[in-house]
């Protein structure tokens, strides 16, 4: 994890410009000011007012470090969890309440639907002058907000001018001093807008009217990303008319809409198109197919269900429809946990892991779900070690399969932990790669313990001072 200082605010009435112009960063022991950050924060058409890239970023390099302008404590009372993020901001400085109250957006919507359910609660505790505030600082805190520990939400100035992508070109995480580091996850291009993705992994590997759905619930706007405005990547059904092809839904209307005259549906196929109401019976199908896999999700001996619900998709929905993926990941996973508990490898559904590999790949979402792969990858190869047979058809499969995607893996994992991690070395013993530079078929060893992987003498020099530590003989 990062240890490196935050961007800090300066104090005094230059915090009223709503670019924060004079905010400063500390590295080490050199103060900058904002001459020397990476973005700019400028108006866009598509995006309001955003974080543009200020040079080429590369892959893995650090945008911005950011300190929470104020936390307030997760409740599972919904009322005092509101009122904890009003009072949390009253208690912190003038010059931080005025970053909320001045410059940030909160949409109208919201504050009418806060003033309807909560102000009865509010004047319980605080003057009718403040319910303005209240809402304000509420509404802003909401559409805003970070997880920063089990225990505590946070609100960071320039993680709320980020804008959201179901298709973002950096990553966060939260270091041990709360602070949100993002990073750039693919090359970044002057000018381009550094985006992140406000839902979580299981959320963006959904259809585009339910990422829409969730993001109207919870940031109040309608996504209108590149990914949400061509065609719908995650959604397939099987054509009505040739019955070979798949179906595209492309992107006119986000949301299906029976009444709409528009061809929204084309097959790639036969290339005929409909519109939403000649899908009518299939949509429906759908929909009661999601509702059913929520239901199963929540259980736990749900295997042959599972099943039996994948085997009925399959007559209305393409092998690349996200439903049939979200089946083969909770098949998949479960019976990876039974095959580590039983120590074999035979009832591995291998079969699952690959339909969910080549999904990935081809929406180009990676590094989606990326701590849950490297989490299999890892327990598939102590599978592996369960097995003594020799020459295996099962073991060669397996190796086949998570061997590239060790590959693809260890990029991202090394990015966000460092190379010195030791789930990162792990992958690269895995997956034949030096564990110091992160160079592909790595042919030296450690001459003691015979696992750490190099790929020349002056690595393995490099890395000593650490390895010694841990070093056994084989």
């Not at 269900?305 to 996200?322: D, G, S, T, V």
């Not at 990326?370 to 499969?397: A, E, H």
Request: charged letters at 30%.
């Amino acid at each position: 994890m990062s240890s490196e200082t935050p961007v800090v605010a300066i104090t005094g009435s230059e915090m009223n410009s709503i670019t924060h112009e004079n905010t400063i960063y500390n590295h080490g022991n050199e103060t900058t000011n904002s001459s020397s950050r990476k973005f700019t924060l400028e108006d866009t058409e598509k995006y309001g007012h955003t974080m543009i890239a200020k040079q080429d970023l590369s892959f893995g390099e650090i945008v911005y470090i950011d300190e929470p302008l104020f936390t307030w404590p997760t409740n599972e009372n919904e009322n005092d969890y509101v009122l904890g993020i009003y009072k949390s901001f009253k208690e912190s400085s003038i010059e931080k309440q005025n970053i909320i109250i001045k410059e940030l957006y909160s949409p109208p919507e919201l504050e009418n639907e806060l003033i309807n359910k909560y102000k009865t609660i509010f004047l319980e505790k605080h003057q009718e002058t403040e319910i303005n505030h209240f809402v304000k600082v509420v509404a802003s805190a909401t559409i805003n907000s970070y997880q920063c520990s089990d225990k505590e939400v946070a609100f960071y100035p320039f993680g709320s001018k980020t804008a959201h992508s179901c298709k973002s070109n950096c990553n966060y995480f939260l270091n041990d001093k709360k602070q949100l580091v993002v990073k750039a996850i693919k090359t970044i291009k002057k000018n381009e807008i550094i985006s992140l993705s406000y839902i979580n992994d299981n959320d963006r590997l959904k259809s585009t009217k339910c990422r829409d759905k969730i993001i109207f619930k919870n940031r109040y706007f309608h996504c209108n990303c590149e990914r949400c405005s061509t065609f719908d990547d995650c959604r397939y059904l099987k054509c009505i008319s040739c019955k070979d092809g798949k179906l595209i839904k492309f992107c006119n209307t986000l949301q299906d809409d029976f009444n709409n005259k528009l061809k929204c549906w084309k097959c790639d196929s036969c290339k005929k198109e409909f519109t939403d109401m000649e899908m009518k019976d299939k949509i429906e199908k759908e929909n009661n197919f999601e509702i059913l896999l929520n239901k199963l999700t929540e259980q736990k001996d749900n295997v042959k269900e599972l099943e039996l619900l994948e085997k009925q998709c399959l007559e209305y929905l393409n092998n690349n429809h996200w439903i049939i993926i979200k089946i083969n990941y909770l098949l998949f996973e479960k019976s990876l946990y039974q095959s580590y508990y039983l120590k074999s490898i035979h009832s591995i559904r291998i079969d699952c892991l690959q339909k969910i590999i080549n999904f990935v790949k081809t929406i180009k979402l990676f590094p989606i779900f990326i701590d849950v792969f490297v989490g299999w990858c890892l327990l598939l190869n102590k599978c592996l070690q369960f097995n003594k047979k020799l020459n295996d058809p099962m073991v060669t499969m397996i190796k086949k399969i998570i061997l590239p995607f060790i590959k693809d893996l260890y990029p991202y994992w090394r990015m966000y932990f460092g190379y010195l991690d030791k789930d990162v070395i792990e992958l690269a013993i895995i997956g034949n790669i030096c564990v110091v530079c992160g160079k592909d078929n790595a042919t030296k060893c450690c001459g003691n313990c015979k696992r750490i992987t190099y790929c020349s003498a002056e690595c393995q020099t490099n890395h000593w001072k650490q390895h010694r530590l841990e070093c056994k003989k084989k």
